[in-house]
């Protein structure tokens, strides 16, 4: 097994070893100072544990560099991955864009007071009345085609380039006196604005908030670094850009090599750009903790959210590699184990109370919750439970091989495990307590978001035999 190290990148680099090509002029990786080309945050949710306490969250993208970009944002339902809502948003040089997800009245929307420029119409403004998330792309997958899908799930975005200096939509979006002139952008001046190296440079975070319960999570967006060396301007309405498009080499940290203090990175080359992106985000097991203390009424969830799993289904919803099962009316059911520890040494074999329809325990949905003793904090409709007999300690969510799958082989390198991406949501309610000095009422409710921690098992494959 290897353990990604908590060297920084730069040092790894400096002693990349090979599974395939050394130095190749581009390779995905997550990058783990937060800038990429490409930013995945985890999870979003406008639901809730009481009955008109509901979850918002709040994203911000910023561009870092000194070039306005094309982007695309992709909101994406959690169950099938299915897009929701995307468009097109232009970032000024050192632009900051925001946006908030909000409940509807049967679904969820998004709404922005930013004035960034996006195609093909800014999004509303306000937040009482937010542009509706759609079921188009997810109707009739067997899930359910309601609305309710769209209250949580998680967000892309991509670059598709920056824009040359001087250049139309350059100009146009980029800000004068607070605002730019987004009424001069169209698709024909974009393409040709567009240079089509990608620099990166973008990072984000996601807050999920629910004022009423006192609540707060926050979670930095998992950044993919070096995604690809030519990027393109994509119209509205198209699908393209995705996570497919990464270029097919990718740069996974490997924190043993035959040696555990000598962490170093190696270069693996997939046989597509998605298999890629699978790789760098490759764990075969997740660790996180819980806490369930009686006394602070606390309560734990954890997001698991696998991005590329969508891309291994054909179009009638056969499973081609690396995931286990066909996407059904319960998900797409991939068998895992569990391990649950306390904070005293004490080992116990844990699962999933009630098991999913494949009586095992198993993960079904692309961005699934585990919640532990149905404490519920997330309020998810896509959550499977653990209970467990102990207050406090950790778990061990294990990917091993299930026949054929849990298992990604590239031209050079074999990966076990799952893509998965996420944290653990934490919360305390101490209900109410006096105030400094006696005086008065404070609410003591609060939470914390704890990134999981995994680790990683890759080793090459075998060379084919000589002519």
Known sequence: MNTFNKKSLCAALAAVGTLGVAGTANAVYVNPDGLGQVLIYPYYTVRNKVAGADFNSLLSVVNSTASAKAVKVRFVEGRNSAEVLD?????????????GIVPTGDGAGAFSPDKSCIAPNQISADPANPTGFVNFVYDGDGA???????????VEIIEMGPLRDGSPTAVAVTHVNGTPKCDKIDDASATA?????????????????????????????????AFRAVGSYVTPGNIKPDLQDADPVAIVFD??????TSGTAVTANMNSGIDAVSAVLMHDTLLNEFVLDAGTRSGTDWVVTMPTKRYYFDSAGN???????????????DDVSVGLFDREEFV????????????TNSLCW???????????????????NIPTTFANGWTRLGFEPVGGAHVLTGLDASFTGLPTIGFAAITFNNGTLSGP?????VQSQYGGAFKHRATVSFAPTAAPPAP
């Open 87 to 99: 468009f097109n948003l232009f970032l000024s040089a050192h632009d900051v864009w925001v946006a």
């Open 144 to 154: 359910g085609d309601s609305l309710d899908r769209t209250r949580e799930g998680y």
């Open 193 to 225: 604005s567009l240079d089509t190296t990608p620099t990166g440079g973008l990072f984000g975070g996601m807050t999920i908030i629910n004022v009423l319960a006192g609540e707060e999570f926050t979670q930095d967006a998992v950044a993919l670094a």
């Open 255 to 260: 924190g043993s090599n035959g040696n555990p």
């Open 319 to 333: 499973v081609q590699a690396l995931f286990q099962r066909n996407f059904t009316s319960d998900g797409a059911c």
């Open 348 to 359: 116990a074999k844990g699962g999933f109370s009630p098991p999913p329809t494949t009586k």
């Open 366 to 384: 692309e961005a699934t919750v585990v919640t532990f003793n149905n404490t519920n904090v997330l309020g998810s409709a896509n959550s499977v």
């Open 437 to 441: 000095g006696g005086v008065g009422l």
